[in-house]
């Protein structure tokens, strides 16, 4: 059977184009990132990373992306649930809403949480009172983090659940499923790949972000310090390679994570094929 | 409250492991917030303010520092951060804290020479050779000359270039207001690029190979050429600057709060002593102690400084009429 | 795929069967009151205390202006080049079959991945005139750091796994009929991709452009490094917002950044509007 686009010359001058345009846009960046990292060899590279402050960034970052991601998990689910399965009047306002991270600029998310919590704000000044600072500590750099990582489950899920519809659950209903087996046995098996692509995704950017956590961290070098604004400060500090070495780390989170969204698309498909 | 301990259960809990730091042995911690290109000068002064703090009082102490551009991170402190002690590179920022009330009025009179150990000035540096003759401020108005310093609304550090370059003009032209702003106009468009801090600048300059001269800070400029290589970069110093104050003060509402205010103080006061002041010099950084002025005379050329005041009244003038959105700066930069 | 949205679009179903609206309905409104528009009284409580002229003084400000000129004229270009460039993509990833695919397609999502001021200094080191690219682009004149081609560039890596992402599910469910039934009556494969595929995709197609789009217009660590900060030339209005906070200018930070976030809003409003009417058509009406 013929396809549109199948004729073999116009499929390996697309093939071309694409992987080379993807190589020089997107592979390249990736390759510059690590021969920076290791533009003064091994040993440097390494007195980099093992360095007591890159430990704490690096422990900060996944203690921060370890937090965030059940909250957004449980965010987008509902939400998902919500906007997919009822109708309800402001349903398209609700779904809009939960875009405004996306509409923010990192560094006003940062902002408006600072004018909120600070010293100055009203929640902030509250807080004060009882002795509780959340900004300048990692219940800060947490609150932002989930601010701008939180569209993602439930914009991975929202079209998926949109597009299957909810006949399955309302026949388990019929059947006199309770709620939460309908849940666990019916939609989640659906909805699986796609949950778990949203939380790559969370992870992802809960780990890079810089912008927003600027603002709110206070940069205290072991225990406020993320591992995207350890690596601004050794870039400021002309410590290019120590810069590359943290962006390397980070990079290589990045590719984890993709690897693990590779690996379980193949399962997936090849789940598909043997069902 | 403090959240270091419910961290590290929670770390603890989250990842079954005692991956956490061990305890702090230290009995007092001090915080500093300092500006972004100071990190490796004070990791090198605090472990000699620890050592001389415990062979004084016998206490074990920890410093731990917080780096960034100068005004965001005194917008942190307004905003809550709660550092001892602030070692700036900009009057205007430990200014604001003051006008909050976080900071003593007169902090500038607490300490010697209005509060500011060290000092620099700002100076080019040029690629080797020197090939387009580059050594005071008129050489930068011509037009075959392209230079590169950071952006004045985004750094002070180009602040300071422009109000040098504003103070060496308006001695030129003995104050003469349209032959001035004549001159800043044209200055203002031989930068190539506005890059928002002074290490965006220098990587433009060094890395990307724009422009024919980097303006700096003089510390900043020598340091650049120690780092990428003496023999490639040549440092002019031009015989008419600014002279710009590195501030430090207590942030006293901190300090009473955290019980620190004798050790913020003696921090502060230590960064005077002949020690710290060699350290300082080390790092390109012009200071007051007589000895040490002595012993690294050779590294500072002598140069006409001119103060803010002098330039332009006071740094609240100088913010409101040059920097200000609509201020002159503005005017000067408009198509 | 297309039998059980077939299915659906039949049973139109009476209201609320399912259990947990109140649950969902509590966690979501609790969730977005609390971390999206709790903070967001902030940003407004600051403009609280402007008058409506003082407001329009600070946004259109000439230089600001300026800004929105610079902003949305390379987050279009980028935008229009990301539809093109995530369209190839998606279609080879989709149709084809050959060695390094999975590597690809796992290399779509990188963008996001990556701290966004790391992707400036490498796209910054990258095309200066003395980097990799710089150095081959340059003598074509092609300058590409430091002028408004460079932020270009750099919104459109940063966004360009939006048009890649959504274009992608669209393309595999596309019944093989369809072309085939193109073909079969003896159109070419242009006139076939044209006629049939690309209307297909169109909705999608438009989404993801969308969202590219808005995501460009805030960026603000992955552009500064390869902007040039010229004004009026190169300034992009996230670095506007950046000086008036430098400036301790918060109502005039808040001013330009409500600016941003209500066309923005805007923008994204349409996009989820049209994609419910898109995906309405698609299935029946079971949107």
């Not at chain 3, 996230?238 to 330009?256: P, T």
Request: charged share 15%; proline share 4%.
């Amino acid at each position: 059977m013929q396809r549109i686009g199948d004729a073999p010359t116009v499929r390996r001058l697309l093939i071309a184009a694409a992987v080379l345009l993807a190589a020089l846009f997107l592979l390249l960046p990736l390759v510059a990132i690590f021969l920076q990292a290791f533009a003064r060899g091994v040993d440097v590279f390494w007195a980099n990373i093992s360095n007591q402050y890159t430990l704490a960034a690096i422990q900060l970052t996944l203690f921060i992306a370890v937090l965030t991601i059940p909250v957004c998990l449980v965010f987008g689910v509902a939400l998902a649930w919500l906007v997919t399965r009822f109708r309800f009047p402001g349903r398209r306002i609700l779904q809009t809403l939960i875009d405004i991270p996306f509409a923010v600029s990192p560094v006003v998310a940062g902002l408006v949480y600072l004018l909120l919590y600070g010293r100055n704000g009203w929640l902030g000044s509250w807080l004060d009172s009882y002795d509780i600072q959340l900004m300048f500590a990692w219940p800060g750099i947490l609150l932002v983090t989930i601010f701008v990582t939180c569209p993602f489950v439930a914009r991975e899920l929202i079209p998926l659940m949109q597009a299957q519809g909810s006949r399955e659950e309302e026949a388990a209903v019929t059947l006199g499923a309770p709620g939460w087996t309908i849940f666990r046995r019916v939609t989640l098996p659906n909805i699986r790949w796609a949950l778990l692509y949203g939380v790559i995704l969370t992870n992802a950017r809960a780990v890079g972000e810089f912008g927003a956590v600027s603002v709110v961290s206070g940069a205290i070098r072991g225990q406020t310090n993320t591992l995207p604004l350890h690596l601004e400060q050794l870039y400021q500090d002309y410590n290019t390679v120590g810069a590359f070495a943290s962006a390397s780390l980070l990079a290589l989170i990045a590719l984890l994570t993709l690897a693990a969204k590779a690996s379980l698309e193949w399962r997936a498909a090849r789940r598909e094929v043997h069902a | 409250m403090r959240f270091h301990t419910l961290r590290r259960t929670l770390i603890a809990t989250a990842l079954g492991i005692g991956l956490a730091t061990p305890a702090l042995a230290a009995d007092r911690e001090l915080l500093n917030s300092s500006y972004d290109i100071a990190r490796e000068l004070f990791a090198a002064i605090n472990p000699e303010f620890i050592a001389h703090w415990q062979a004084e009082n016998g206490e074990e102490i920890e410093i731990q520092q917080s780096h960034g551009g100068s005004s965001a991170q005194a917008r942190a402190i307004l905003q809550g951060l709660r550092a001892d002690v602030v070692t700036y590179n900009q009057v205007t920022d430990v200014q604001v804290l003051a006008d909050a009330g976080l900071v003593a009025e007169d902090w500038q009179q607490q300490l010697p020479n209005n509060a500011s150990p060290y000092y620099s000035t700002t100076a080019f540096l040029v690629r080797k050779d020197n090939p387009k003759g580059i050594e005071s401020w008129d050489d930068l108005v011509r037009e075959d000359v392209k230079m590169v310093f950071p952006n004045p609304k985004t750094s002070g550090n180009g602040r300071y270039t422009y109000l040098a370059a504003w103070g060496f003009a308006d001695q030129q032209f003995d104050g003469d207001e349209e032959q001035v702003h004549d001159f800043m106009r044209t200055f203002l468009r031989n930068v190539a690029v506005f890059d928002t801090g002074g290490r965006g600048a220098t990587t433009s300059f060094i890395e990307r190979g724009i422009g024919d001269v980097l303006i700096s800070f003089e510390s900043e400029v020598n340091n650049i050429r120690q780092e990428y290589g003496s023999d490639d970069y040549e440092v002019i110093v031009p015989p008419v600057s600014v002279l710009a104050e590195f501030p430090v003060a207590m942030v006293e509402a901190n300090a009473e709060r955290n019980g620190n205010q004798d050790l913020a103080r003696a921090y502060l006061e230590y960064l005077y002593s002949e020690e710290a002041q060699r350290m300082l010099a080390g790092f390109n950084y012009r200071v007051h102690h007589e000895a040490v002025v002595e012993e690294f005379a050779d590294r500072f050329p002598e140069t006409e400084l001119l103060t803010v005041e002098e330039i332009g009244g006071s740094w609240d003038e100088v913010m409101d009429v040059h920097f200000g959105s609509g201020g002159l700066l503005d005017e000067l930069q408009r198509r | 795929m297309s039998t059980r949205s077939f299915a659906i679009g039949l049973g139109s179903t009476p209201k609320r069967v399912l259990p947990g609206f109140g649950l969902s309905l509590g966690i979501s409104l609790t969730f977005v009151s609390l971390m999206l528009l709790l903070p967001l009284t902030g940003l407004f409580g600051q403009l609280a205390g402007l008058s409506l002229a003082e407001y329009w003084t600070i946004v259109t400000d000439e230089r600001v202006v300026a800004s929105y000129g610079v902003t949305i004229g390379a987050a279009a270009v980028a935008a229009i080049v990301n539809a093109a460039f995530g369209l190839l993509l998606a279609w080879v990833l989709v149709r084809y079959e050959f060695p390094g695919k999975r590597l690809l397609d796992a290399l779509m999502d990188l963008p996001f991945a990556l701290p966004t001021a790391v992707a400036g200094i490498t796209l910054a080191t990258l095309y200066s005139s003395n980097g990799w690219m710089g150095q081959l682009l340059e003598p074509l004149g092609f300058q590409v750091a430091y002028t408004w081609v460079g932020i270009a560039l750099a919104m459109a890596f940063t966004s360009i796994p939006f048009v890649v992402r959504t274009v992608q599910p669209v393309l595999e469910d596309m019944p093989h009929e369809m072309d085939e039934a193109a073909l079969t009556l003896g159109a070419s494969d242009v006139t076939g991709f044209r006629r049939v595929i690309l209307p297909h995709l169109w909705p999608a197609l438009m989404t993801g452009t969308g969202l590219a789009f808005v995501r460009s217009l805030g960026e603000f660590g992955a552009i500064i490094f390869i902007a040039g900060n010229m004004p009026y030339e190169t300034e992009i209005t996230a670095l506007m917002i950046f000086v008036r906070l430098q400036e301790y200018d918060y109502v005039g930070a808040s001013a330009i950044a409500s600016v941003v976030l209500f066309a923005s809003l805007a923008l994204l409003l349409v996009i989820n509007i049209w994609q419910g009417r898109f995906i309405k058509r698609l299935h029946g009406g079971n949107g």
